[in-house]
C-alpha cells in the first residue's frame, strides 16, 4: 500500500517536473520566434528605407543630369531663337517663335515631371510603370540605344513596398546594362496576370558569365546582382538573369500576387 502511495507519488512529481520542462521550453521557443520575427521586421524596414534612399541617390543624379543636358540646351534653344528674330522677316520669324513655342512646352513638361520626381515618395505617386518609363525616357537622352516599353495584360498597382523594390531592381539592372553592356537595344515588358507580375528588362549588349550567380557565388562581382537577388527575396518574387557572350542579358523577375509581403 504504502508503495503504491509512494510510486504514484514519485510519478506525479515526475510528470509534474514534465509538465513545467515543457512549458519553459515551449516559452523559450515562442519567445525565440516572436525575436526573430521582430528582428525580420525590423530589417525589412530597414533594407526598404535603403531600397527608398538608393532610388533617391539615382533619381538626383538623373535629375542633375536632365537639367544641364536637356532643359538647359531647350531654354538655350528658345533664346538662340529670339535672339536671331527679325521682326521685318515675317516668315522665318513665324518659325521660330513656333519653335520656340514647342521647345517651352516641353521644357514645363520636363520641369513638371522632375519636380514630380524630388518627392520622395514618386515612385508610389506615379506607380511602377510610369516610373519605370520615366527612367527609361530619361537614360533615352543620354545614351544612343533603341529602347522599347511594352505592357501586356490589364494593369494594375501592386503593394508599396513591392513597386518600390521592383523599381529599385529595374534602376539597377538599366544601370549595369549603361554601364557594362554596350547594347544597342533595350526592351523592358511587364507582363500582368491575375496570379503573376512579370518583368524583364533585355539587352542585346556584350553579355558576361552568369554562370557563378547561378551558384549564388559573387565573388569578384559588384554589390549590383547580390542586392537585386535579395531584395526580390524579401518580396517573394523570383530573380532570374540570363547572359550570353556577345548577345547579351535578360533579367526576369516573376512576382506572385498573394499577399506574399514578408515577414
Ligand atoms: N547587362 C550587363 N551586360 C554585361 N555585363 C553585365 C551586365 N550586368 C552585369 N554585368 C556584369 O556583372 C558584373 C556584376 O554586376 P553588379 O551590378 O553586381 O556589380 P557592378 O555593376 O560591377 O558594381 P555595383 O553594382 O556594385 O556598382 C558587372 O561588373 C559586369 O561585369
Ligand atoms: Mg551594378
Not at 515526475?14 to 513545467?20: D, E, H, P, S, T
Not at 520575427?37 to 526598404?48: V, W
Not at 541617390?57 to 535672339?83: A, C, P, W, Y
Amino acid at each position: 500500500m504504502t508503495v503504491t502511495i509512494l510510486a504514484t507519488v514519485i510519478v506525479l512529481i515526475f510528470l509534474g517536473i514534465m509538465y513545467l520542462v515543457t512549458l519553459v521550453f515551449y516559452n523559450n521557443k515562442k519567445n525565440r520566434m516572436i525575436k526573430e520575427k521582430l528582428t525580420m521586421q525590423t530589417q525589412f524596414q530597414q533594407t526598404l528605407l535603403q531600397t527608398q534612399l538608393e532610388i533617391q541617390e539615382q533619381t538626383f543624379k538623373n535629375i542633375s543630369q536632365e537639367i544641364h543636358d536637356n532643359i538647359g540646351q531647350v531654354l538655350s534653344l528658345v533664346k538662340l531663337n529670339i535672339n536671331t528674330m527679325e521682326l521685318d522677316k515675317p516668315e522665318p520669324l513665324q518659325e521660330k517663335i513656333d519653335n520656340s513655342r514647342t521647345l517651352i512646352t516641353k521644357a514645363i513638361q520636363d520641369l513638371r515631371d522632375l519636380s514630380k520626381s524630388l518627392n520622395t515618395d514618386y515612385v508610389i505617386e506615379l506607380g511602377l510603370m510610369r516610373s519605370i518609363e520615366y527612367e527609361l525616357e530619361m537614360i533615352q537622352r543620354t545614351v544612343n540605344c533603341e529602347i522599347a516599353f511594352t505592357a501586356n495584360g490589364k494593369a494594375y498597382r501592386l503593394e508599396r513596398q513591392q513597386e518600390l523594390i521592383l523599381f529599385r531592381i529595374v534602376q539597377e539592372v538599366l544601370h549595369n546594362i549603361i554601364k557594362h553592356s554596350k547594347a544597342t537595344a533595350i526592351n523592358v515588358t511587364a507582363v500582368f496576370e491575375p496570379e503573376t507580375f512579370t518583368l524583364t528588362i533585355a539587352d542585346n549588349g556584350i553579355g558576361f558569365d552568369a554562370g557563378k550567380i547561378e551558384d549564388h557565388n559573387y565573388e569578384g562581382f559588384g554589390l549590383g546582382i547580390r542586392n537585386m537577388h535579395n531584395r526580390a527575396k524579401m518580396i517573394n518574387a523570383d530573380y532570374k538573369l540570363t547572359s550570353t557572350l556577345q548577345k547579351g542579358t535578360t533579367v526576369t523577375i516573376t512576382l506572385p500576387l498573394i499577399k506574399n509581403i514578408q515577414p
